[in-house]
């Protein structure tokens, strides 16, 4: 593959690429109001990327969480595995690390998959990140996804969460939801954005 070099050198002034990059369309959004789930149907695109916008809990101490439909949202209970890792900092600079967090993987659960925990509903704190879905429409492959979220942890953190993982599933996915794992998301935006 040749390499491509572009000639004008500041990226304000680029009018067009030599390549193909593909076509990136808001297909959907959603804001909360003490909604206890946010759900989006989900269609051929080859990529979804799910964007979260201060996304603010009801309930202190929890968790927000995300699963899969292949009946057009009558069940969400796909199988998936995932791992999970994170880096934290709290605000007196007295707590850093960064690791694997086993408590919060899940290995071939028709459970909910964590994005992140321990969210705090301090009027100030909330989580914002995103959570990629490839291929979904898929009737061949497993269905991957990757996620990084930053967290207003409830003891005054900032926590970046790493989810990565497949939907273990040749069925295709009709239908996404997010949630808390107790009590509404109070208020945030979901942005859902398909790249062919």
Aim: glycine share 6%; proline share 2%.
């Amino acid at each position: 593959m040749a390499l491509t070099k572009l000639n004008n050198k500041a990226v304000a002034n680029v009018t067009s690429l030599p390549v193909a990059l593909g076509d990136m369309v808001l297909v959907s959004s959603a804001t909360a109001s003490s909604s206890a789930s946010i759900e989006f149907t989900l269609g051929n695109y080859k990529e979804y990327q799910f964007y979260f916008v201060n996304i603010h809990p009801a309930t202190d101490n929890v968790q927000f969480t995300f699963n899969l439909s292949t009946d057009n949202g009558s069940n969400y209970n796909v199988t998936k595995t995932n791992t999970f890792f994170t880096a934290y900092h709290d605000e007196a600079d007295t707590d850093i690390n960064l690791g694997y967090v086993t408590a919060h993987d899940i290995a071939q659960s028709t459970g909910e998959s964590e994005l992140t925990y321990n969210l705090g509903n301090d009027n100030d704190q909330s989580i914002s990140g995103y959570l990629n879905l490839f291929n979904p429409s898929s009737s061949v492959f497993v269905k991957h996804y990757i996620s990084n979220v930053n967290t207003a942890h409830n003891a005054n953190y900032t926590r970046n969460d790493y989810t990565g993982g497949y939907a273990n599933t040749v069925l295709p996915l009709t239908n996404i939801r997010f949630k808390m794992s107790s009590g509404n998301i109070d208020s945030g935006t979901i942005l859902m954005y398909g790249l062919n």
